[in-house]
């Protein structure tokens, strides 16, 4: 009998996968050059995805001492844009009429004139400039904040900004940007509690996090008839967040699958949860730690993430994280980790997908799918352990991990013990 419940343990045991690491640490391969500013100067990140070169794509960091800074991929700063005040948040949606052409809307949150101001990148020059819509204003607010939103069922065009005081309002834009007809209409505004450090918008599941200050993630329904119902997702009391709180970005996969990521600024880390709504799981965490001539992550605020291939320094994505105490000049930058470097750094490997559907992965910046040089459709040969699924035509390389071999063998030898024991 016994020989018998053991066995069937082992069989049990060898079809499930283990457990995830509750914390990890993870190397970065590259850091942006440090911001010009001294002392608390990055407020916010987002990416820029090229149409049609992923390798030039852009990172977009909100500085409050000098305006919109310009980051290539390999980290080296690109421009700075400091002509209509400094900026205290930054996001991005694809696929804007702006002037009939289809391309990306970057929106920063500027406090200097108190609105939101909209901009477009040339994708030949990588230069920005002024996308012709009238800053948004309204009265008395001053955004600290912005996340884009398409509705995924009307194609509706938003805009949330959150602020210092707690406030949070949507806008919805109509008409064709760039041509003096959009028409920007106050919607919705409603009181998170504490002052707003976050927001991201799932688009495709129609949910918006927002990060209140001191107390945790709150995910609210994104549509503009939304009531102000929400959630927590994970909290500084009870739960498994520690002030000061940061950021939050989205890595989406196929489906509903991927990740809300969460900047942990008490403990150094970023906690992963899964970006399923009915349940958001906690994954796990990481840190960032130091590399060779690349030091450690400390006190991060922000955070981006995508699942898109960015030519061949980060084939399957990427993550840029914040740090506060950058030991080159002892100025503020941004650590850049390969994504499969996180995902495989659970016992459990996260979802690598590179491929999905047009939803956003880093607070909003959505994720238009594969291009030419993304690498969609076939995983490099270095990176381990990853399998295509059965779906022939699938970009989504889920790696799985069965009971170690070790953990079989010793199964295998109480099996043989018990069998041999005399009885008494």
Not at 111 to 139: E, F, H, K, N
Not at 192 to 203: I, S, T, W
């Amino acid at each position: 009998m016994r020989f018998r419940t053991i066995l069937a343990v082992a069989v049990l045991l060898a079809g499930l996968p283990v457990l995830a690491q509750q914390s990890i640490q993870v190397l970065p391969t590259l850091e942006t050059d440090p911001v010009p500013g001294t002392g608390t100067v990055v407020q916010g990140a987002a990416l820029w995805m090229h149409p049609s070169d992923p390798a030039s794509s852009v990172l977009l960091v909100a500085d409050n001492q000098r305006g919109l800074l310009l980051y290539r991929t390999d980290g080296t700063e690109l421009s700075l844009l400091a002509s209509d005040g400094v900026a205290l948040g930054v996001d991005v949606q694809e696929s804007v009429q702006v002037t009939g052409v289809s391309q990306s809307l970057v929106m920063v949150a500027n406090p200097t004139l108190q609105a939101l101001v909209a901009y477009i990148i040339d994708p030949t020059t990588l230069a920005i400039r002024s996308a012709g819509l009238t800053p948004i204003t309204t009265t008395g607010f001053v955004p600290n904040s912005v996340a884009l939103y398409v509705s995924p069922t009307t194609g509706r065009f938003f805009a949330f900004a959150g602020s210092s005081t707690g406030i949070v309002a949507q806008f919805e834009l109509t008409g064709q940007v760039g041509d003096g007809g959009v028409q920007v209409t106050p919607v919705r505004t409603f009181d998170v509690g504490d002052a707003v450090v976050g927001l991201a918008v799932d688009d495709a599941q129609r949910r918006l996090y927002v990060v209140e200050q001191n107390v945790g993630i709150w995910r609210y329904g994104a549509e503009p008839d939304d009531d102000d119902a929400r959630t927590l997702v994970d909290g500084v009391t009870g739960g498994g967040l520690s002030v000061p709180l940061g950021g939050v970005a989205l890595y989406t996969a196929s489906g509903v699958r991927g990740y809300l990521l969460a900047v942990n600024g008490g403990e150094n880390a970023v906690r992963i949860y899964e970006r399923d709504p009915a349940a958001h799981t906690f994954r796990g965490s990481f840190t960032v730690v130091a590399d060779g001539g690349i030091d450690a992550v400390d006190r991060p605020r922000h955070l981006v993430v995508t699942n898109r291939a960015l030519g061949s320094r980060f084939p399957l994505g990427m993550l840029a994280v914040h740090d506060s105490t950058n030991t080159v000049g002892n100025n503020e930058n941004l650590k850049l980790v390969p994504w499969q470097s996180i995902a495989t750094g659970f016992t459990t490997p996260l979802v690598v997908d590179t491929g999905g559907p047009t939803t956003p992965t880093d607070g909003g910046t959505p994720d238009a799918g594969g291009g030419p040089g993304t690498g969609v459709g076939t995983p490099p040969p270095e990176v381990p352990g990853y399998v295509p699924t059965d779906n022939p035509g699938s970009s989504c390389y889920c790696a799985s991990v069965s009971v170690p071999g070790s953990m079989l063998l010793v199964l295998a030898g109480v099996l043989l013990f018990s069998r041999r024991r005399p009885r008494a």
